[in-house]
């Protein structure tokens, strides 16, 4: 999300310096709420809001646990570099 395609060697410094940064600045759960407002949940589909109205018309806040299990199912992968 922050960072650039830079060669891995430095990139992975970056990460970890910016992970453990926002680690100390960032409760967990501020930090899950981030990656659900810009992960991909399918075809152009990004974020929790989103991707809870295309797949069941309702607001984020009024998923059951079903649903929201449904959707945690859609997350990707991390893809292997």
Known sequence: LFLSANPPPRRKAR????AYELSHQ????????????VVE?????WGIE???????????????ASQAIVLASF?????RE
Do not use: C, H, W
Request: hydrophobic share 45%; glycine share 8%.
């Open 15 to 18: 990460e970890y310096l910016l």
């Open 50 to 64: 989103a991707a809870s109205q295309r797949y069941f018309g309702v607001s984020a806040a009024a998923l059951t």
């Open 26 to 37: 960032l409760s967990k759960t501020r930090l899950l709420e981030v990656y659900l407002n």
């Open 75 to 79: 997350l990707p992968a991390p893809r």
């Open 41 to 45: 949940f399918g075809d152009g589909i």
